[in-house]
């Protein structure tokens, strides 16, 4: 591992990799800045000075090995480290122009606000319209007929209305596990977040559900801001605008996708997605 | 947007912190308990230790009419009949765990191990009221003859098996509670031998060891932490037990040397006399006896448990 | 050669002492039934639950003592299983890896095989002598503290069965860890906890020994929970050390009853367990 050492801040040890310009163009306006972010586990450093800037309504992928930090990066943007001990993260994440890793963040506020999908699909011990309904309920003030038009329509957004339309007060662990992961998508996206980050979603998925997913974010991109972390790239070539290789902590490139896969620019990324390593 | 209502997230916060608390206040009401343990019954227990001192654990007299009191027959009757429970339980205990790890059909292994934990779960009551019906006059009239005829002339031996066949007394109270220690002990010993990485075993098994051999020579030294405080946790609970104890002890305050005198226990004393016994001095020794019991229980479990704890440990960063 | 043939002959010595030690262990169990059944049968009668405990000599049945038992037992678990519930929560949510966890987790496994009897003169101590009198109240108090250590430790080893995802998931929608214990970690765990409700009502209704200076007994219809209360273990244990036949026949009758409670709530409880378990493996 890398023994910790405190970053010079005026000192970039290497060149924020500027796509930005070829994005920006095509993608409007960023909607998540990160600048200088490193991150922590105890002494561990386990990202390094990592600069970017991310698109709305658009998908961002992150790919690399197991290990590169690119899970560790998706925790950040909704603060999830907090929930474990001796994590920290240093540098500057702005959501929405926003601060995120200051001190006086409304964590809670900004989990309502950055939504999150996990590898294995978490429905709730309860009923697939509750489940839905859990965020919704959280931030208060949305009751009876607007809160069943606001479930029905994150359903439909996440392509499994048409599943469970029927059995909205079955338990949400009866679906299969395509339907759940589809579920928990729609769960997430029911308080309509500014962010929608997604950790490995299909990873526990057969072919089929994969496929039915993948199809729900492409249809989700024109409303949100997505971040998908993936160790399969042909997901990521699929699904995504944007792609960013991470590699030991480091993002060693990010472009558009078409660029990453066909041209990439360090020699890493060549390797890895060519099946050199990892 | 996804918006919150702010009213509604200051009231969360507030949920939170009176959700924490409550959790935290029962956490520790854990440790105050234990705490009050202590405490109650060192208050209970002062003016017995204040009159007596020292001699309280040292003298043999019980004597209610003269407020003389000694914890030393309790004492002998507590460590003698756990220790003959230990002797009977422990061997045994230590096959069944084996039975059921080693030799057992996978068909029957859940039954059996079900059945011995459900005989863990019969109130002490029940092995008491049985002990006083049923194994008593089997031992009077069948086992502590022979034991007297055959035993009672050995030099030194001799002495533990003398006197009159009573039923009741310490060698049968030793018997009961080793009855329900058992699957205590088994139960415990069948976990930490599970600890144990099939692979461990297998290796041996690949050398040509036999099951016994495997047993011995692998999985016991492995294990031997564990074990130990699988015995020490029966213990605990043999030294602790009030009913099954108080049913067939005799309740005789002296100390004779045959196992087949009556007896009293710490624990059985308590329960036979608590509620009779008049004057502050006689309560008040019996709550030093109880007092007693919690710190030699309190100190044969905590290290039980910590031996145990320090199994687990090993064994979770093995895997 | 010869050593071989010794070494066999060795482990298959000690495989049939191990046999007959499992052997032993089950024939005292089917024994402690047999007589419980054979016994507790022939004293079975309406009776049993229509009429009150009686003197020497007289006729009667259990009632008062299965209705304080009953009430006891209830009140034990209404007091201590929330005591239990909240703190395993502690242990598995907030404080997962403080040493104030490490210490209370110690000290709830030295409570949950800590002497029952030692409990009882700990509540004597503290309401007996306060109140002046015995209590259906403090022997209550009595078996509550030892639900307590019961319901801790299941609790907490449930809360930590439930999948890290699903508590992150609550999380990441932005609910606060009471939001997330209350309508995610509890219904994900409740058969656990239930069975741990189950396993301590089957440990505190035939505990005598707290009992015994706290709530002591009563030979008559109580339902003052602030007076003495008659109650299925102290009344066995009464009756069955007295000379009489009719009340040795009641004792057995109430020996028969109470366990088979408590045999049937393990057994329940362990069934739980396993549908759990069950449901857990297919579930994935």
Redesign the interface.
């Known amino acids: 591992m890398i023994p910790s050492t405190k970053p010079p801040k005026h000192l970039k040890m290497r060149p924020p990799v500027a796509v930005a310009a070829e994005r920006t163009e095509d993608l409007g306006p960023p909607k998540i800045e990160i600048r200088a972010l490193n991150f922590y586990y105890g002494d561990v450093r386990s990202l390094h000075n990592i600069t970017m800037s991310l698109a709305d309504k658009s998908i961002s992928a992150f790919i690399g090995p197991s290990g590169c930090g690119k899970s560790t990066l998706l925790r950040v943007l ?1 603060r ?1 480290y907090g ?1 474990y ?1 001796r994590q920290r993260a240093e540098g500057e994440v702005l959501i929405g122009g926003r601060d995120i890793l200051g001190p006086n963040v409304d964590v ?9 999908v ?3 699909p ?1 429905p ?3 009923s697939v319209f509750d489940n839905v309904a ?2 919704l309920r ?2 208060g003030g949305i009751r009876g007929a607007e809160l069943k038009s606001r479930v029905e329509s994150a359903l439909r957004d996440a392509a499994i209305w048409d599943e469970v339309k029927d059995k909205l007060h079955a338990d949400g ?1 009866s679906l299969s596990g395509g339907q759940q992961q589809r579920l ?1 998508i729609a ?2 996206i029911a ?1 309509k977040p500014e962010v929608l ?1 997604l950790d490995e979603p299909t990873a526990a998925l057969d072919p089929i559900s994969t496929l039915r997913v993948e199809e729900t974010l492409q249809a989700l991109r024109e409303k949100y801001c997505i971040v998908v972390v993936t160790h399969n790239l042909q997901q990521a070539a699929r699904v995504s605008n944007v792609t960013g290789f991470m590699f030991m902590g480091e993002l060693v490139e990010i472009g558009p996708s078409s660029r990453i896969f066909t041209s990439p620019q360090d020699r890493r990324t060549d390797d890895y997605i060519t099946g050199r390593f990892g | 947007m996804a918006i ?1 209502d702010p009213r509604h997230a200051a009231k ?2 507030i ?2 912190r ?3 608390s ?10 105050l ?2 705490g ?2 202590a405490m ?2 060192l ?2 227990a002062w003016p017995a230790i204040s009159h007596f001192g020292f001699s309280f654990v040292a003298r043999e007299i019980w004597n209610p009419v003269t407020d003389e009191f000694g914890a030393l027959a309790p004492i002998y009757g507590t460590v003698v009949t756990s220790v003959i429970a230990m002797l009977l339980a422990v ?6 765990a ?3 790890t080693e ?2 059909p996978p068909l029957l292994k859940r039954p ?1 191990g ?6 863990a ?10 002990g ?3 194994l008593a006059p089997v031992l009077q009239r069948h086992v502590q003859p022979w034991l007297i005829a055959h035993l009672g002339h050995i030099v030194l031996v001799g002495k533990l098996f003398k006197g009159p066949p009573f039923g009741i007394g310490i060698l049968t109270a030793g018997v009961v509670l080793a ?1 329900m220690v ?2 205590f002990i ?1 139960a415990t010993l069948r976990d930490v031998f599970d600890t144990v990485p099939a692979m461990l075993k297998e290796s041996g098994y690949a050398l040509g060891a ?4 495997v ?1 011995w020579n692998v999985v016991v030294p492995h294990s031997r932490v564990g074990i130990v405080g699988g015995i020490m ?1 029966g213990l ?2 043999a ?5 099954a104890v ?2 067939v002890i005799g309740n005789a305050h002296r100390i004779s040397s045959s196992l087949l005198a009556p007896g009293t226990t710490i ?1 059985s004393a ?2 036979n006399e ?2 009779e016994a008049v004057g502050d001095l006689y309560t008040s020794s019996l ?1 030093a006896l ?1 007092l007693l ?2 710190l030699i ?2 100190t044969v ?2 290290a039980a ?2 031996m145990l ?1 320090r199994l687990e440990r090993r064994s979770g960063a093995a895997v | 050669m010869n050593r071989r043939a010794l ?2 002959a ?2 298959a010595a ?2 049939v ?6 052997m ?3 024939a ?2 089917a ?2 039934l047999w ?2 059944l054979s ?1 507790g049968l022939a004293g079975m009668s309406w009776h049993l639950f229509t009429q009150m405990t009686p003197p020497p000599g007289g006729q009667g049945g259990l009632l008062n003592a299965l209705y304080g038992s009953a009430v006891m037992t209830l009140l034990g678990i209404l007091i201590g299983s ?6 395993g ?3 598995a ?3 997962r ?1 403080s040493r ?2 490490t ?2 987790r ?6 949950l ?7 009882g ?2 509540v ?3 309401v007996v002598v306060h109140m002046g009198h015995f209590s259906a109240i403090a022997g209550a108090l009595a078996l509550a ?1 030892l639900a ?2 019961v319901t ?1 430790r299941t609790t907490e080893d449930m809360l930590n069965l439930v ?1 890290v ?15 997330t ?4 970690l509890y ?2 765990a ?1 058969s656990g906890i239930v069975t741990g409700l189950l396993l301590a009502i ?1 440990r505190i ?5 707290p009992l ?2 706290t709530a ?1 007994n009563n030979q008559f219809w109580s339902t003052h929970l602030n007076a003495p209360m008659a109650n299925l ?1 102290v009344v ?2 009464q009756f ?2 007295s000379p009489y036949k009719d009340w040795q026949d009641l ?2 009758a109430g ?1 028969l009853i ?2 088979v409670t ?2 049937v709530l ?2 329940s409880a ?1 069934v739980l367990l396993a549908m759990l378990q069950a449901g857990r493996g297919s ?1 994935r």
């Not at chain 1, 809670?108 to 999150?116: F, K, P, W």
């Open positions: 909704n999830m929930l001990p809670a506020e900004l989990r309502y606000r950055v939504g999150m996990f590898q294995k978490t709730f011990p309860m859990f965020g959280l931030g662990r928990c769960r997430a308080v980050l | 919150i969360q916060l949920y939170e009176v959700f924490r409550a959790t935290l206040s029962a956490a520790i009401l854990v440790l308990i234990l009050g343990v109650s019954l208050r209970g061997p045994t205990g230590f096959g069944i084996l039975f059921l030799l057992c059996i079900v059945a011995v934990e459900l005989l779960a019969v109130p002490s009551i029940i092995f008491g009221i049985w006083l019906f049923v009855i058992l699957p088994a036999t099951t016994w051999e047993m946790l605990g609970r030294l602790g037990e009030t009913m108080t049913f624990s308590i329960a608590f509620t709550i109880g019991l919690f229980t309190f479990i905590a448990q910590a704890r | 070494r066999k060795k482990n000690f495989l002492l191990s046999l007959i030690a499992t032993t262990g089950l005292c169990l024994a402690i007589t419980l016994h929330p005591i239990g519930v909240l703190a929560t502690y242990l949510e907030y404080g890896n104030l966890s210490v209370i110690f000290i709830n496994d030295v409570l095989s800590a002497p029952s009897i030692i409990i003169l700990f004597y101590e503290i503290i307590i250590p801790l999948p995802g699903m508590k992150d998931s609550s999380a990441a929608l932005g609910a606060y860890p009471w939001r214990t209350l309508s995610v219904p994900a409740r089957a209704s035939g505990e005598t020994a015994l200076f002591l273990p066995i244990f069955a050390l004792a057995w020996a109470i366990t408590i045999l393990s057994i362990r579930g």
